[in-house]
Nanobody
Framework: QVRLEESGGGLVQPGGSLRLSCAAS????????MAWYRQTPGQQRELVAR???????TYVDSVKGRFTISRDNAENAVYLQMNNLKPEDTAAYYCYAEIKAPPSGLRVEYWGRGTQVTVSS
């Protein structure tokens, strides 16, 4: 089984910064994609940033120029550096990974449990 563990959420004032971390553990043959999503109550989960292995990094328009996604392949980890945070960034942030898992070798999607980010003065 694969587990995604997030950390780094919290309360920050507008204009502040936070760095989210997520590490994948368990039986992993290959990670195809890691990403960050966010969700507010009553809303659909929204893709924030996506980092496919060997592919193009993408961001939702509302965070371009403020958020940066990065990966550490040796650690099976993904990070989200969030700068100039705004109240509308308040949400639960979820780590996502698409993984080639043994023994089938099929692509399987995994989610973390989420970490809360609150931007408020």
């Amino acid at each position: 089984q694969v587990r995604l563990e997030e950390s780094g959420g919290g309360l920050v004032q507008p204009g502040g910064s936070l760095r989210l971390s997520c590490a994948a553990s368990g039986r992993i043959l290959l990670i195809y994609t890691m990403a960050w999503y966010r969700q507010t109550p009553g809303q659909q989960r929204e893709l924030v940033a996506r980092f496919p292995t060997g592919g193009l990094i993408t961001y939702v328009d509302s965070v371009k120029g403020r958020f940066t996604i990065s990966r550490d392949n040796a650690e099976n980890a993904v990070y989200l550096q969030m700068n100039n945070l705004k109240p509308e960034d308040t949400a639960a942030y979820y780590c996502y990974a698409e993984i080639k898992a043994p023994p089938s070798g099929l692509r399987v999607e995994y989610w973390g449990r989420g970490t809360q980010v609150t931007v408020s003065s």
